[in-house]
C-alpha cells in the first residue's frame, strides 16, 4: 500500500513539475520579449488566451518533428512546413480564419529549451521584424517538447483573435420561428376544414 502512494505521488510530481517547467518556459520568454520591445520604445505584449490556445494547438503538431533547417526560426521563407489540420486548430480554439489573418505564427524549436536561446531564436532571427512592429499587440505561448510556438496578435478585427460569434443561437431562434408559424397555419387549416 505503501509503495502504491509512492509511486502515484511520483506521478503526480512529476505531472506538476511538467507543467510548471512549461509555464516557466512561457512566463520567463514573456518577459524577455517584453524586455526586448521595452528597448526598442515599443509597448509590452498583453496575453490572449485565444492566441495561447492556437499556440497550443501548433505546439502538439510539431512535438515528435526534429528540428532542422527547414523548421523552426531557421526556415527559409516561403519553405514552411504546412499545418494540414489548421482548420481544426482554429475549430478547437473557437476562432474563424478572419479574426486570424493579421497574426503571426512563430514556432521554433531548441534541444532542451535553454531560455537564453528560445528568446534568441525570436530576437535575432527573421522573426524580429515582427517582434519591432508595433502593430503586434497581444502574444500566446504555447511548448511542447523542443518546440515553442508564439503566436502574435493585433488590435484589428483581422487579427485580434477574439473568439468566433456564436451562431447557433439565432439559428435556433430563426428555426423555432419557422415552426410556430407553421403550426399556427396548420391550426387554421384545420379551423376552416372542419
Same mark, same amino acid.
Given at each position: 500500500?505503501?509503495?502504491?502512494?509512492?509511486?502515484?505521488?511520483?506521478?503526480?510530481?512529476?505531472?506538476?513539475?511538467?507543467?510548471?517547467?512549461?509555464?516557466?518556459?512561457?512566463?520567463?520568454?514573456?518577459?524577455?520579449?517584453?524586455?526586448?520591445?521595452?528597448?526598442?520604445?515599443?509597448?509590452?505584449?498583453?496575453?490572449?488566451?485565444?492566441?495561447?490556445?492556437?499556440?497550443?494547438?501548433?505546439?502538439?503538431?510539431?512535438?515528435?518533428?526534429?528540428?532542422?533547417?527547414?523548421?523552426?526560426?531557421? #526556415?527559409?521563407?516561403? /519553405?514552411?512546413?504546412?499545418? @494540414?489540420?489548421?482548420?481544426?486548430?482554429?475549430?478547437?480554439?473557437? %476562432?474563424? !480564419? &478572419?479574426?486570424?489573418?493579421?497574426?503571426?505564427?512563430?514556432?521554433?524549436?531548441?534541444?532542451?529549451?535553454?531560455?537564453?536561446?528560445?528568446?534568441?531564436?525570436?530576437?535575432?532571427?527573421?522573426?524580429?521584424?515582427?517582434?519591432?512592429?508595433?502593430?503586434?499587440?497581444?502574444?500566446?505561448?504555447?511548448?511542447?517538447?523542443?518546440?515553442?510556438?508564439?503566436?502574435?496578435? #493585433?488590435?484589428?478585427? /483581422?487579427?485580434?483573435?477574439? @473568439?468566433?460569434?456564436?451562431?447557433?443561437?439565432?439559428?435556433?431562434? %430563426?428555426? !423555432? &420561428?419557422?415552426?410556430?408559424?407553421?403550426?399556427?397555419?396548420?391550426?387554421?387549416?384545420?379551423?376552416?376544414?372542419?
Amino acid at each position: 500500500m505503501g509503495f502504491q502512494i509512492s509511486i502515484s505521488s511520483f506521478l503526480l510530481l512529476a505531472f506538476l513539475l511538467h507543467l510548471a517547467t512549461s509555464d516557466d518556459t512561457s512566463t520567463q520568454l514573456l518577459s524577455g520579449l517584453n524586455k526586448y520591445r521595452g528597448s526598442l520604445n515599443l509597448t509590452s505584449f498583453t496575453d490572449n488566451s485565444n492566441a495561447d490556445c492556437l499556440a497550443e494547438q501548433v505546439a502538439l503538431a510539431f512535438k515528435g518533428e526534429e528540428c532542422s533547417n527547414s523548421t523552426g526560426s531557421s #526556415t527559409v521563407p516561403g /519553405t514552411e512546413t504546412q499545418l @494540414p489540420n489548421f482548420p481544426n486548430y482554429l475549430s478547437t480554439c473557437h %476562432l474563424n !480564419a &478572419t479574426v486570424t489573418r493579421d497574426g503571426s505564427i512563430m514556432p521554433v524549436c531548441v534541444h532542451g529549451l535553454t531560455p537564453d536561446l528560445v528568446l534568441s531564436n525570436y530576437t535575432e532571427t527573421q522573426y524580429n521584424q515582427f517582434l519591432n512592429d508595433s502593430s503586434f499587440v497581444g502574444i500566446g505561448i504555447a511548448d511542447e517538447g523542443n518546440w515553442v510556438v508564439v503566436v502574435l496578435t #493585433t488590435d484589428t478585427p /483581422t487579427g485580434n483573435y477574439a @473568439p468566433a460569434a456564436d451562431t447557433t443561437s439565432g439559428s435556433t431562434i %430563426l428555426v !423555432a &420561428t419557422h415552426l410556430y408559424v407553421m403550426l399556427l397555419l396548420l391550426g387554421f387549416a384545420l379551423f376552416f376544414i372542419s
